[in-house]
């Protein structure tokens, strides 16, 4: 590992800078800035492609410790833009690990630095709010810096599901698998297609852009549509065939952006967050039973409560107990219904995994219905 002495700079668009130093991962990546609070999984959370392009602050103070392995990625490379923390260990002890983190980063060509107050800049981004921002190992010039930052776009109005969904369909899971479900990949992680696949379906994952049509001519006996980035309402190409899915009668089941899109094609609207919800610790309620989740969150658009409340046609399922936003609908004229959050997890606890197997039963009981 080299140059783990040389400094490194973080500047915030509103004028912050932090200093930091060099973890030998060098060069200079901006994005909009966000924190995790998690303390463990931040493998899947590089590789989870809803932080695409975005500067990721954990934190907690030790990253990279237990290194990295191949059974714990979200999609196939690095989704962040780059990496802050305050330690970035060099070592990684755990039996069977695949490579360090250090290693890792370096392969896939991504910046990291280290010895930020983590602290600080989580206060600074809490009461400020998201915004974009710089790191460089390259220079501490902050006017040049500030200068390269403008070239930053902003995440509203950004469409970025087309720079992260596959280009090609592919199938997982047995052809003659008892449930076959089409989902629509505007960012998925590779665990909410095992989700899907270990109860019994075999799932086949389409592009971004494949219409209503196309998933229908497969055949499916419900369609998932799928977390991801950006801006939900930068896609309304995307969200008229959200509808014309809902249309169908074929269940529904939509997670983080896909539970964003079939808000927008149920009338409803989004909006930005001041921070967003990023983290493996945030309580929901289930309104319909009332018990409480914990839950695993990554976003940072969310769905007008107002909206819910007026709508004729949708129903508030879930809340979010720290600051009552919206994290769950169903449509009551439709077989539909999606979250906030992830039930996946991955990392995270697995309390709301139970709404795959209401998927899988809304499916068996339309097939059980029409045969």
């Known amino acids: 590992m080299e140059n783990t002495t040389k400094k490194a700079t973080l500047l915030l668009e509103d004028g912050t800078v932090f200093y930091g130093s060099a ?41 990279g410790n237990y290194g990295v392995h191949v059974e714990e990625v979200e999609s196939s490379n690095i989704q962040v833009a780059g990496l802050i923390t305050k330690n970035f260990s060099e070592v990684a002890s755990r039996a069977g690990k695949m490579d360090s983190l250090y290693g890792y980063f370096e392969k896939e060509h991504k910046v990291a630095i280290k010895d930020i107050d983590t602290r600080a800049l989580v206060r600074h981004i809490r009461d400020a709010g998201t915004m974009n921002a710089i790191i460089s190992t390259e220079t501490q010039d902050v006017s040049e810096l500030m200068q390269e930052l403008k070239n930053c776009p902003n995440m509203e109005g950004l469409a970025l599901a087309p720079l992260v969904s596959v280009k090609k369909a592919y ?179 697995h309390d709301s995994r139970y709404l795959f197997d209401t998927f899988i039963e809304n499916i068996k009981k339309l097939k059980t219905h029409t045969n």
């Not at 959370?45 to 809803?50: G, K, N």
């Not at 971004?208 to 991801?228: K, Q, R, V």
């Open 23 to 63: 973890t030998g991962l060098d060069g200079t990546a901006y994005g909009e800035i966000c924190f995790n609070t998690g303390m463990t999984g931040y493998q899947e959370i590089f590789t989870d492609p809803s932080y695409f392009g975005q500067l990721m602050v954990m934190a907690t103070s030790h990253i």
């Open 171 to 349: 199938e997982v899971g047995p052809a003659d698998s008892e449930y076959r479900i089409a989902a629509l990949d505007l960012g998925v992680k590779n665990n909410i297609i095992k989700c899907l696949t270990d109860r019994g379906a075999c799932v086949k994952v389409f592009p971004y852009h494949t219409s209503t049509e196309e998933m229908l001519a497969w055949n499916p006996d419900g369609i998932f549509y799928s977390n991801g980035p950006g801006d939900p309402a930068a896609s309304p190409e995307v969200v008229a065939e959200v509808a014309k899915g809902i249309a169908t009668g074929l269940p529904v089941f939509g997670i983080c952006l896909g539970h964003q899109m079939i808000a927008l094609a149920s009338g409803l609207s989004t909006f930005k967050m001041h921070n967003g919800h990023r983290g493996i610790n945030h309580p929901v309620k289930n309104i319909e039973t009332g018990l409480g989740e914990i839950t695993s969150q990554n976003h940072g658009f969310v769905v007008s409560m107002e909206d819910v409340e007026r709508a004729n046609n949708v129903e508030l399922t879930h809340v979010h107990l720290n600051d009552h936003t919206v994290a769950g609908i169903k449509r009551t004229d439709a077989n539909c219904f999606s979250v906030q959050y992830h039930p996946e997890a991955s990392p995270g606890p």
